[in-house]
């Protein structure tokens, strides 16, 4: 299947997609801290948010407007430096604001526009800076703005995250993908602490585009763990507007269903995958795959733990090739192990089969370790199932960054 | 219930336990690295494992070991410096060899003596060094030597860990239980990581020592956590000899069996305490307890995921008042919450109410926490449910031992 990132796309590369930011002055002076991103017709829209059960004003807000109108949305606002989280009634109150602001200004129906917070938690929202904001903003629109949108929604995160690409389907239309995120800290699995839009030209049902997303996310922002703590702002969304002028796909189980899917996926990776590389004082990026597993529940189950566990993540920041706190965390996983099968392997070589390490060269190990980008490979040698996650190495920074920041 | 811990008692303050040590040079150099604990009589015996799939020689060993003799063992033998993990069949041998040496050495019958390994994994064990240490020990034997023993079995613990403590049974009877420990990092519940072994004088059949352990275990070393990681080796074990010639307890749901209990679970939370203590980089002793609960389940579940939360971890490093934090960990640990009736404490000072920060003075809450000994109160309003747990922080001091120890 033909597929190509766009260079330097970014969520308003699609069709029929513009953006503007503002400085709101927020918490942050000096600089941009909201994002509006508007599509000239309506949206199907999906979304996936945090499964923590102290959820932000905003997601709650967004989980009724789907609830809604998922075939209607024309509009995404989010701002950064204060997430209106434990905010009470009052928080409730700044959400229905801000979505309100964005519809006036942008002259479009109630209920068409989609928000985000992300910042410091338990600080009220003041409420008439975010909405002067969203109405100077809105009489900026340009196509053009994708890239400072991404760069407005930023907070410890150290560089902006977008991407577009563009496909053609088996049906003969072209179709682009253009998408933002926020990570840096807190980020785990099941939606956490992150906040991600994609945006697409693609004509594609509201039912359509919600089993797509759930897929992508299974193989993307759900296969990376930076320090395991999960979030009550984190959201993905998609919007599709159908500038593209493709027939519209209503089953993924078709070839133009099954192509957006994988575009689908392989942007929310790569949307996924910059979050890691910006991980709060990471030095490497860390590509987990396990093979062999009972099932490809188990492999995930077991690349997980591996990805999760602090004394490998210490491990890796060291470039120490020490294999047993791998195989310790496969064994405490609760994936199936036969630890006489597992096979390891740092960067590509072969450190310990039928679970016993081999005579291998510490120093060129180490070697293939100390470098931005590291591999391991475990097979479990059970069966078929297969994963691979993403994550980072645990430095000193982690800390300092965590310890003085003020979530 | 009168119950004393005995000054600077140990593991061989209880009657009829002598220990003693010697420097075998496994790993270590000029210290000792092997002890040995002996009884004069027959004991009962019970113990907890790893529930890590991959587990090292000795775990294997004594679990078969238990299953044959679990009412006649008569000694316990521990080396520091080398795991005997991922050893294979040559690590069973050296398993069953160092068994072997300490029967003979003492003149005992075959399968009378528990093992336990602590240290480098995937290393061949040196077994003649091994059995020659054992064999010189077993000429040393005295009851003032259990400090000794609890020094010997350190790894990258900073200071040995061992108590007694003496209570007379409600039948009239006095009785001591007297025990060791070795943790520092990778310390998690379900016996994750540490070795620790128990004695007393007390007469308890095999059945009801086993239970009065796993009900000692449940609130003690299940309720640590230092980073989360589980290992291969970690091993309670609990010997009774009877020689304090009280009535045989068979049954805990009797005065003198509550009273067993009670006094084992007070030695076993010492002990755990003590390794969290200890904690690799550790610079707070955190209590956490969660009140309110659906129920206890609720409750641990919920304390254990603050306990094991790495932004929460790091903010108590730098003395943060950090609610959010506390309050997300509790949203994703799985346990019911209410966001809108959660209650947190810092150091005894009201935080959050109603799932709304208080307008509480930040630099006093920072002061309350910028302490060794800091406390967590949670309560989250909807049952009965109460759970304590014990944690330390994270500083940076973790990572320096972590990214250069090879376990």
Not at 98 to 108: N, Q, V
Not at 229 to 239: A, I, K, Q, R
Not at 335 to 344: G, N
Not at 390 to 400: F, R, S, V
Request: with cysteine.
């Amino acid at each position: 299947m033909p597929e190509l990132f766009v260079e330097d796309g970014h969520i308003t590369t699609p069709a029929g997609w513009r953006a503007a930011t503002w400085a709101c002055g927020i918490k942050y002076q000096a600089r941009d801290d909201l994002a509006l991103v508007v599509s000239d017709r309506p949206c199907s829209a999906a979304a996936v948010f945090t499964t923590n059960q102290v959820k932000a004003a905003p997601v709650r807000y967004d989980q009724a407007l789907l609830a809604r109108n998922a075939a209607g949305l024309r509009a995404l606002v989010v701002n950064a430096g204060n997430a209106n989280a434990c905010t009470g009634a009052d928080g409730a109150a700044a959400a229905l604001a801000m979505a309100r602001a964005a519809e006036t200004a942008l002259d479009l129906p109630v209920d068409t526009v989609f928000i985000m917070s992300t910042g410091t938690i338990g600080v009220p929202m003041p409420t008439a800076k975010l909405v002067s904001g969203i109405t100077s903003a809105a009489a900026h629109l340009d196509a053009t703005n994708g890239r400072a949108a991404a760069r407005a929604i930023m907070t410890t995160d150290t560089k902006p995250k977008y991407a577009a690409l563009r496909q053609t389907l088996p049906s003969g239309a072209t179709f682009t993908l253009g998408g933002m995120a926020k990570g840096a800290g807190m980020i785990h699995p099941n939606m956490a602490t992150l906040l991600s839009a994609v945006t697409t030209d693609a004509a594609i049902s509201p039912a359509a585009l919600d089993a797509a997303l759930r897929s992508a996310v299974a193989l993307s922002f759900n296969c990376i763990s930076i320090d395991g703590d999960t979030s009550t702002n984190d959201t993905l969304l998609v919007l599709a507007n159908g500038a593209a002028g493709n027939p519209l796909i209503e089953d993924l189980d078709t070839p133009d269903g099954a192509a957006f899917c994988a575009g689908l996926t392989t942007l929310c990776q790569h949307l996924a995958q910059a979050i890691v590389r910006d991980g709060e004082g990471a030095t490497r990026f860390v590509t987990i795959t396990v093979r062999g597993a009972r099932d490809d529940a188990d492999a995930k189950l077991a690349a997980m733990t591996i990805a999760r566990s602090p004394l490998v993540k210490t491990a890796l920041y060291g470039a120490d090739p020490n294999w047993g706190r791998v195989l310790c965390a496969i064994g405490y996983s609760g994936a199936t192990v036969d630890p006489e099968r597992v096979v390891l392997l740092f960067g590509g070589m072969r450190v310990l089969e039928g679970g016993l390490p081999l005579p291998f060269d510490e120093q060129a190990a180490s070697a293939l370790l100390n470098v931005p980008e590291v591999t391991i490979d475990a097979d479990l040698g059970l069966g078929d199932g297969v994963a691979t996650v993403w994550t980072c190495d645990l430095g000193p920074e982690y800390i300092t960054i965590n310890a003085e920041y003020r979530t």
